[in-house]
């Protein structure tokens, strides 16, 4: 099994950035894809990026790409979400995800068998 839990969820004006946390059970992380989805009033959860783990290759979805990056930190067994010129559309709880596997590019929910309990992001305009 696997525990995962975002931190750095907040408030922030249109443009500004925030930085997302997510803190994996330590020893099982290098088996893993982990990534982000999030979740809008209304809305599906909607893929965001993703790491694979051991070999460190990312991707994006186009709503983001160019405004975030995703990183992680082997020692701490923490992924990071840089989130970058932030709009009022990017609004949303964003939940920290991990999967099985090598390939970042899995971006249906189903796949992800993993989930933290979400950190809201609430960007004003």
């Known amino acids: 099994q696997v525990q995962l839990v975002e931190s750095g969820g907040g408030l922030v004006q249109a443009g500004g950035s925030l930085r997302l946390s997510c803190a994996a059970s330590?020893?099982?992380?290098?088996?893993?894809?982990m990534g982000w989805f999030r979740q809008a009033p209304g809305k599906e959860r909607e893929f965001v990026a993703a790491?694979?783990?051991?070999?460190?290759?990312?991707y994006f979805a186009d709503s983001v790409k160019g405004r975030f990056t995703i990183s992680r930190d082997n020692a701490k067994n923490t992924v990071y979400l840089q989130m970058n010129s932030l709009k009022p559309e990017d609004t949303a709880v964003y939940y920290c995800?991990?999967?099985?596997?090598?390939?970042?590019?899995?971006?249906?929910?189903?796949?992800?068998?993993?989930w933290g309990q979400g950190t809201q992001v609430t960007v004003s305009s």
């Open positions: 995800v991990a999967r099985w596997g090598t390939d970042p590019t899995y971006s249906l929910a189903r796949f992800y068998g993993f």
């Open positions: 330590e020893g099982t992380s290098r088996s893993y894809v």
């Open positions: 790491i694979s783990w051991s070999g460190g290759s990312t």
